[in-house]
């Protein structure tokens, strides 16, 4: 669901089909008929921004039919937790939970905790933007004095426990509600709900595989929240077979967000220190530890990095160069920094590895926000439209931009491509591969590393003699490495080394768990801790998977500490069984008192089931030999959210920010904590005005926003221009030729694209009204081999507030036949 | 290869080419193409386009599904076919909103009788030692006489400008571009450092399924058997059978409905098996026209 | 959306978005002029043997000069039809006889040196028996030069072309006749070309008779000679040929002018059937149906 895996990630695919020719039952729930579709033994048609209806559904069914796993759920989840008096649901608010605050357009969220606690809120004024899921582990504490909830149910029949609040919550997710909301049939729906719980239980799971068609909405998180839900209902996490699983983006997108790319994490998820939390780094490990679980040892991953980072300047007495690290005070995520530029606020910008002008929602605001900055520039393989913006783009075509009256100073730097250099890559899967230079990059082409150790290196250099404590930070900072070649290309080893880190001996540590917090550690980021084991890259192993175990435990590495599958002991029961013989795959060796199985256990190796934290426990210590979720400070799988997103603590369906459906359940329509920034250039379309539903995608034949491929022949070729799919039924209504031209309008812009009518995109029947529904691929621009009219330049920058992505799956639009006017 | 290597084929009994390498005769290799497992990835063509260095074939949109290499030719040696239909992948159709969407990965089918290879005058097309069929581009003079013999339709030349439905009437004497005829090598080339070919291990899926002709046909026979089983609308062998109209194809595929649908015939012949009706027709005719001309002067010698 | 079909002879036909199976010839317009040229050079050798047995020296020498015109023009027109023009020779690496155009260039290469020969010997009157030897030579080859070409395309997939096997070397080699006969007639003085306007007669009768019998047999798949270019050529042979033939019939004999005209009119009919069966060709494999519908028709009379 929300995922076209087919298409999208084609060599992963292989294994759906293995598993479908071995007797699995694959299912496929997408707006549009799709290549996954096709593959699939069944396809469900729903309305774009729909799913949580869909999933509240299930939600509902496993709950009215109590086909959910009891004996997981009582213990393995939060289900039987009493949740505080204060806390009111959107079933009661129209709506809304309770903490609404109309003036801020925030919640409190104080009033969602356990009972009996109280969550710790992050600091700083401007928390909306700066906390959330991905600000590191923010939630993970729940406000939790000890390892258990106050207060359980194991009963699940307390009015006030999460099962109860779960069960009222739903309640009204009926087949014909979904059926109705989703415009499918309540046969399909059935057909499909009963399909997960019959893969539920000792015996059997069943996994749920999403990617950014479930992301890519103002209620992104709360639909994977709603996913979730269901796994832990039936069990299915943990476990061989189960799982929510993401499919992710770019090669190595997930190594980019364990390295930390984004704004509002350090590496390893650790959060980003706020300039408004004074009393360094005491105050700071204070607001990021939580007293029970892994996050207990955030002391442990914070001082070894900043060892890693400042090496021998750090020190006790200076808090191991803490306040060098920046500090953030506000959003500062892309959307929020190009608003910034319009304002004028930024001055110079760096683009590696992107390409805004195409590939970011309302592309024609970007556009504009770069042509008002002093300074650009844009490291990439071939002269995209983000470079080239300023004389070729829709804004110079028409006229409203004239290149001569740009500022903008662009600076073109070439990259090379992967292939040109070593490096790793970080899969879905948290399995790091590494992989080789192929050939040398061509004429000017460096590699990233080449480019900031180099840049890194004439900086400190200029700053040489500055007495300016300013410049410490750079100044102190282990920068050198060794180097190879003519054009002194740095070790990209060295740097994978460097973020497994070394014991005081400078010898590589063996894992994590060894880090210290007393600086006698480093390491780059402790979720890599191991990948240079015994000073070797494992992430170079390449064992062909006949030749050896189950796991394919040989086969590069992940993290953390080389595990395959993470929270496994849940795949053991209770007592430590395995479930049953067909799904054993971690369980407690009572001889040899240990954790032993198929993976790396994911639990502490000596603790036994039935261990209970003794009073005061701390860390690790204090979670439960029963709680497989080791992560959390109750060790327990969360069906019902305390602490850590800004939204609700259950999903809830909300109409996407643009819809033409009224929502069925509230009078408040969409998400009311979606982030907004109300700009001129970002207005909203009137509902009569902009009547279809529109959804953006990518196909196989291209990659995002074109770079890679609209200027590859072999590749243009396959798909040579940009089109729309509409169902035959709108292109009659609207006049559409088949091969011919329409011209798609939004009120922030129009593109135009050739007509591709078929019945794989599926129309909306809802209340005998029929809401038809327009898919457009997002790949084209200005610029390469085949050129055509960006999508992005329709959509709007409405967001989730809690990871900033912007809501580009579900919007209107209107249609017409013929070109666009020039 | 000796010049009159090709004899075995004129002979045109099956797999007579083997007779004419001797002991550096291989097992024959080919393709088993199983569409019902293709998801449309194209990586087979672009793979194979990559490792032979093959001109891109123009950026034209079709509006035929999501297929805009059309047809095989000089440029591209792999195609992939889309058919979109009001039809259920399998079992009957309930509610009667059943889709399915058909891809195919077509390729130079590389005859047990080989029409392009019969035809060819130079002997620049040839029988390897693995029994596929190559076009030798060293010796190749563009004769074009392969092109309309294959009843496949996968043989072109290379940038020639092509024929007008109105000609100039008269000759065109300028040089061509290239001028000689590209297709499928089976990837030759790899085969002799023991790889397969580029199509094949790009293919995620295992949809081209490359090994010994024999092996894959009872594969082939097995999968069929499944999907019958499994209730799979139209699922059919195309070319598996040694008896049909060319004797078999070293690349035959499992088809989910007829083979037009995929725009393959539905029961090519190798146009040479009707030569010696052609012959007999041309010596009579032939004899006629001496008669003929004798006739002429029957009534008087001026 | 769905795979395109298109309505044949009454029968619902499928095929992929209505794209041709096979590939349209690559040859260019020096093909049919050749076969034209071709046709001519040998029936004009034979012609002019028989006129030296028969005791006719004039028609004997034109016919000899004639066929040696012929031989000179039909390479040049075959080489600059070639992707690779330089590569000619190539197309004596090896003699097939599944392959027409290898047979066929052994022929014309054969007839060309003996025509050229005697022509040569018959200009500088000099070794009367080598030239009786060369002559003979020539004319024996001159019958199947001037209908090989028939098997040339009928050994091709292009329905029109195959599936005429049968007739077309009639229709070619009474061309051939019909073209020898008209040229000697516009070439010689009436009362030496009596057998030559016979020749022309005949040729055009029978080669009108072969044509209707071809098209007959040929019945849906014929269709191109009845539409576009293949059909405006085709009526244009039928006109210019009989007009031509019933000229020369009733005036030839008597006014050099008509027998001019007549043999012009012949020529010019016999060039543009040449025209009219190549231009067919294309029109047929461009159509899916003339594939499918009689593959089809074979496989459901199984
Ligand atoms: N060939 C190729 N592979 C790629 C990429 C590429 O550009 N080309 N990009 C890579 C990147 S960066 C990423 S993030 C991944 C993305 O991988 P995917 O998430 O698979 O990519 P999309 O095609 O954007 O969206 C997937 C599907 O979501 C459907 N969809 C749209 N709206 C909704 C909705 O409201 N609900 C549901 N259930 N489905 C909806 C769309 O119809 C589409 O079929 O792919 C990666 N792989
Ligand atoms: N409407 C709509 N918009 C979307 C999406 C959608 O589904 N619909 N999907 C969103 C998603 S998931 C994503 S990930 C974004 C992607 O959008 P962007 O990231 O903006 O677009 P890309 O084309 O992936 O940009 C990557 C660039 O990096 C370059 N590159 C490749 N390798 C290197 C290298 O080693 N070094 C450097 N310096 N450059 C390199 C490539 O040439 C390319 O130009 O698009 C988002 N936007
Ligand atoms: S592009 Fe690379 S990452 Fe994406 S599916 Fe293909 S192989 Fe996997
Ligand atoms: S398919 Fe055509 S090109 Fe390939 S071997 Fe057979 S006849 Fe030759
Ligand atoms: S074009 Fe080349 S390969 Fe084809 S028949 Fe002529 S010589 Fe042979
Ligand atoms: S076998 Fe080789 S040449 Fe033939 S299609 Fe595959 S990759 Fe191309
Ligand atoms: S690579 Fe395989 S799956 Fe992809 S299109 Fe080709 S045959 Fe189909
Ligand atoms: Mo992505």
């Known amino acids: ?789 960006s999508a992005n330049d329709l959509t709007h920058m409405t967001l989730d507030p809690n990871v900033h992505i912007q809501e580009v799956k579900a919007l209107t639009c209107d249609i017409r036949p013929g070109r666009r006017s020039r | 290869m000796s010049d009159f290597a090709t004899l075995a084929d004129i002979t045109g009994e099956p797999d007579g080419w083997a007779e004419t390498y001797g002991d550096e005769t291989k097992p024959r290799m080919g393709f088993f193409t199983d569409t019902s497992i293709c998801i449309g990835c194209k990586a087979c063509e672009v793979a194979c386009k990559e490792w032979n260095v093959i001109p891109d074939d123009g950026l034209v949109w079709t509006g035929e599904s999501y297929d805009h290499t059309s047809t095989l030719g000089a440029n591209s040696w792999r195609h992939v076919a889309f058919i979109e239909q009001r039809k259920p992948l399998r079992g009957e159709d309930e509610d009667g909103d059943a889709l399915r969407w058909l891809m195919s990965s077509d390729v130079c089918k590389h005859c047990t009788h080989a029409a392009c290879l019969d035809v060819c005058p130079t002997g620049s097309l040839f029988r390897t030692e693995f029994g596929t069929v190559v076009v030798q581009e060293d010796i190749c003079n563009g004769c074009g006489y392969c092109v309309p013999a294959c009843p496949f339709g996968v043989l072109d030349k290379r940038h020639l400008p092509r024929f007008e439905p109105s000609p100039d009437l008269l000759p065109v004497f300028e040089k061509k571009e290239d001028g000689r005829v590209w297709k499928c090598t089976l990837c030759y080339d790899r085969m002799h450092g023991g790889h397969e070919p580029a199509c094949a291990k790009a293919c995620p899926t295992d949809s081209i399924q490359f090994g010994e002709l024999d092996e894959l046909r009872e594969r082939a026979d097995q999968r069929l058997e499944k999907l019958q089983a499994e209730g799979w609308n139209g699922a059919q062998l195309y070319g598996r059978d040694p008896e049909d109209g060319v004797g078999g194809f070293g690349a035959f595929f499992l088809l989910l409905d007829e083979p037009e649908v995929y725009g393959l015939p539905p029961d090519p012949v190798v146009t040479t098996t009707n030569l010696p009706e052609m012959w007999t027709a041309a010596a009579v005719a032939a004899g006629a026209l001496i008669l003929g001309v004798l006739g002429a002067f029957a009534g008087g010698s001026r | 959306m769905t795979d395109g079909s298109i309505t044949a002879v009454g029968s619902e036909m499928r095929s992929y978005y209505g794209r041709p199976i096979l590939k349209e010839p690559v040859w260019q317009p020096e093909i049919p002029w050749y076969f034209f040229a071709g046709g001519l050079a040998g029936a004009s050798s034979l012609l002019g043997l028989a006129a030296r047995a028969a005791g006719n020296e004039p028609l004997a020498k034109a016919g000899l000069y004639l066929s040696a015109a012929g031989d000179a023009v039909s390479p040049a027109l075959l080489i600059s039809d070639l992707g690779r023009p330089e590569r000619f020779l190539n197309m004596l690496r090896v003699f097939k006889v599944t392959s027409p155009m290898s047979v066929g260039t052994w022929i014309l290469t054969a007839s060309g040196a003996t025509t050229t020969l005697a022509a040569g010997l018959e200009l500088l009157d000099r070794a009367p028996r080598l030239k009786v030897l060369s002559e003979t030579m020539s004319a024996v080859l001159g019958a199947p030069l001037s209908v090989y070409t028939a098997t040339l395309v009928s050994d091709t997939a292009i329905p029109v072309w195959h599936e005429a096997r049968r007739e077309l070397p009639f229709v070619f080699g009474a061309s051939s006749a019909a073209s020898a006969g008209a040229a000697a007639a516009v070439v010689l003085a009436p009362e030496h070309a009596g057998p030559a306007r016979r020749l022309a007669v005949g040729g055009v009768a029978v080669g009108n008779a072969a044509m209707v019998a071809m098209q007959a047999r040929l019945g849906m798949v014929g269709e191109p000679y009845r539409r576009g270019e293949a059909g405006k050529y085709n009526a244009l042979a039928k006109v210019c040929t009989l007009a031509g033939a019933a000229v020369l019939r009733t005036a030839g004999k008597r006014s050099r002018v008509a027998a001019v005209v007549g043999g012009g009119l012949v020529l010019a009919g016999e060039a543009a059937l040449r025209w009219s069966v190549f231009t067919a060709g294309f029109q047929s494999a461009r159509d899916p149906k003339y594939v499918v519908v009689p593959q089809r028709e074979r496989v459901s009379r199984g």
């Open chain 1, 1 to 789: 669901m929300g995922s076209n895996m087919a298409e999208n990630h084609p060599v992963g695919f292989q294994w759906v089909m293995e598993a479908r020719e071995r007797g699995a039952k694959v299912i496929h729930v997408d707006p549009r008929f799709t290549r996954t579709s096709a593959m699939t033994s069944k396809w469900v048609g729903i309305r774009a921004g729909s799913d949580i209806a869909f999933l509240g559904g299930i939600i509902n069914y496993i709950l009215e039919n109590e086909r959910w796993f009891d004996e997981y759920v009582k213990t393995y989840t939060n289900a039987p937790v009493i949740v505080d008096e204060k806390y009111e649901d959107t079933e009661d608010l129209d709506g809304f939970f309770s903490g609404w605050d109309p003036d801020e357009g925030e919640y409190d969220i104080t009033t969602w905790a356990y009972k009996g606690t109280t969550p710790q809120t992050a600091p700083g004024k401007k928390s909306s933007h700066t906390r959330g899921e991905q600000s590191g582990h923010g939630g993970h504490g729940g406000g939790l004095s000890h390892g258990e909830p106050p207060e359980e149910d194991e009963t699940l029949r307390h009015p006030r426990c999460i099962f109860q609040i779960l069960k009222r919550h739903y309640a009204r997710y009926t087949p014909e509600f979904v059926a109705k909301t989703c415009g499918c049939s309540i046969d399909d729906f059935l057909e499909v709900a009963e399909a997960m719980c019959a893969n539920s239980g000792r015996e059997r799971t069943g996994s749920i595989v999403y990617a950014v068609g479930w992301t890519q909405h103002t209620v992104g998180v709360q639909i994977i929240r709603a996913a979730a839900i269901i796994q832990l209902l039936l069990g299915n996490v943990g476990r061989p077979g189960g799982g929510v699983m993401a499919l992710r983006g770019h090669a190595s997108i997930q190594g980019s967000t364990d390295i930390a790319t984004l704004f509002n994490i350090l590496p390893g998820y650790l959060s980003m220190p706020q300039s408004a939390q004074k009393g360094g780094l005491k105050k700071y490990i204070e607001s990021a530890t939580s007293p029970a679980g892994w996050w207990g040892r955030t002391d442990t991953f914070i001082v070894s990095m900043l060892k890693a980072w400042w090496g021998a300047a750090a020190t006790k007495e200076n808090d191991f160069c803490f306040e060098y690290l920046p500090k953030i005070d506000d959003d500062h995520s892309e959307y929020w920094t190009f608003v910034q530029m319009l304002e004028g606020n930024v001055k110079g910008y760096v683009v590696a590895g992107e390409n805004p002008a195409v590939g970011s929602a309302n592309s024609k605001l970007h556009r504009r926000g770069l042509a008002k900055l002093d300074w650009l520039v844009v490291r990439d393989l071939v002269e995209i439209e983000t470079a080239a913006f300023w004389y070729d783009s829709p804004e110079i075509e028409s006229g409203e931009l004239r290149p001569e009256e740009i500022p903008t100073e662009v600076f073109f730097l070439p990259a090379s491509s992967h292939v040109e250099k070593d490096g790793s890559f970080t899969n879905t899967q948290r399995l790091v591969q590494w992989h080789y230079k192929a050939v040398d990059p061509r004429g000017d082409c460096r590699s990233e590393l080449w480019f900031y150790y180099h840049l890194g290196l004439k900086i400190r250099e200029r700053l040489k003699h500055s007495q300016d404590p300013k410049n410490r930070p750079i100044l102190d900072l282990t920068w050198h490495r060794p180097t190879h070649g003519e054009h002194e290309e740095p070790s990209a080893e060295a740097v994978l080394a460097e973020m497994n880190g070394w014991d005081d001996k400078g010898k590589a540590l063996p894992d994590y768990k060894q880090l210290k917090a007393d600086g006698s550690t480093s390491s780059g980021c402790w979720l890599y801790c191991g990948i240079y084991a015994d000073d070797v890259n494992q992430a170079t192993r390449k064992k062909p998977r006949w030749e050896q175990d189950y796991v394919a435990a040989e086969w590069a590495w992940s993290w953390p500490m080389n595990r395959r599958l993470m929270y496994n002991r849940a795949s053991a029961d209770p007592a430590g069984e395995p479930w049953s013989v067909r799904k054993q795959y971690v369980w407690w060796d009572a001889k040899q008192k240990k954790w032993t199985g198929k993976d790396v256990p994911d639990f502490d190796e000596q603790k036994p089931p039935d261990y209970e934290p003794p009073e005061g426990a701390q860390g690790p210590d204090a979670i439960r030999g029963d709680h497989p979720f080791i992560m959390q400070s109750d060790g327990q799988g969360w069906i019902y959210v305390p602490q850590g997103l800004l939204d609700g603590p259950l999903p809830t369906h909300y109409e996407p920010h643009e819809s033409p459906f009224q929502n069925r359940l509230y009078s408040q329509s969409a998400n009311p904590r979606r982030q907004r920034f109300d700009r001129p250039e970002d207005p909203v379309n009137e509902p009569d005005a902009y009547p279809y539903v529109v959804t953006t995608y990518r196909l196989t034949e291209h990659h995002t926003a074109g770079g890679m491929t609209r200027f590859v022949p072999y590749l243009s070729e396959l798909q040579p221009a940009m089109f729309c799919e509409v169902h035959p039924d709108l292109a009659r209504e609207c006049g559409l030729a088949h091969g011919g031209w329409a011209t798609i309008v939004t009120s922030r812009s129009s593109i135009e694209a050739r007509v591709l009518v078929t019945d794989r995109i599926k129309p909306i029947r809802s209340n005998g009204r029929v809401v038809h529904q327009v898919g457009l691929p997002y790949h084209w621009g200005s610029r390469g081999l085949t050129t055509g009219g």
